[in-house]
């Protein structure tokens, strides 16, 4: 196959606060001819994440920080185009870290095989991707067990909504936050959640007291913030934690100053523990096979927000912060 061209989306410059469109450029770059033990893979999906606010800022953290000028990088999943590959033909469909662009060149081990069969093949990125396989994991991470109260703030996000509907397959009450009254329908509706507010039309701690008057359980923090704070006043004694993101302060310039009230972590005897999903890719075929079982016999919903072209990629990523997706926010490419 002669060279290819592809769009790619570059980061221009490192945000300062609430990253903005002039922080990104789309570009255009040829692709060499494949050589053995390489496969071309043309996205059909790409992914956008709040996580990926911290890799544009520089220096050190879990991962490594996008370099400027340098494609980004990010959950994708595509289709072969053509392989020099054992083990790949054109038309498997893959999953990949080679977000951000339509076409890429990788090697065998960088490609996860996944089943043509499920549609769309965006699921892989939302309730049977990193996403899904992240709520899976913290209920693991804290023994998330039946009869539990688990709250969930950000719940109507991409690992919050997955995170409630595991949950209650667990036989727990769940209880989710969101922002808007249309969220809190989708939380009720359609992923069952027991109880759901807004957390924009009234303090936080007030609404999760009146949803759950005894107290909860387990808190799985996707927001940190005002909903951390209350969680902290809502938990029980021997509470756990997940504590999984805190979007409430990405784009902060400076660190926000921590809970008030932290120091119930001693007197209730709580559990806190971090979750980084990247920890957990030994049991991806585990994960596969039970959520997997559960989205086939339509127990869990994969609910998504579509975004087209890859031109409109930084605007997605961007509506992450102005809450703008319901479920997973993708972006289609072919």
Known sequence: MSNMTSREIRLASRPKGVPAAENFTLARTELAPLEDQQVLVRNLFMSVDPYMRGRMNEGKSYVPPFELGKPLEGGAV???????ANGFTPGNVVTSNFGWREYFIASPKE??????????????????????????????LVEVNAGDVVYISGAAGAVGNMAGQLAKLRGCRVIGSAGSAEKVRFLREECGFDSAFDYKVGPVLEQLNVAAPDGIDVYFDNVGGEALEAALSALRVHGRIIACGGISGYNETKPRPGPSNLFNITTKRLTMKGLIVRDWLDRQDEFEKEVGAYFRAEKVKNKETVVEGIDHAAGAFLGLFEGKNMGKMVVKLA
């Open 78 to 84: 595509g289709e072969v185009i053509e392989s020099r």
């Open 111 to 140: 490609l996860h095989p996944v089943s043509p069969e499920v549609q769309p093949p965006s699921v892989y990125l939302g309730a049977l991707g990193m996403t899904g396989m992240t709520a899976w994991a913290g209920l693991k």
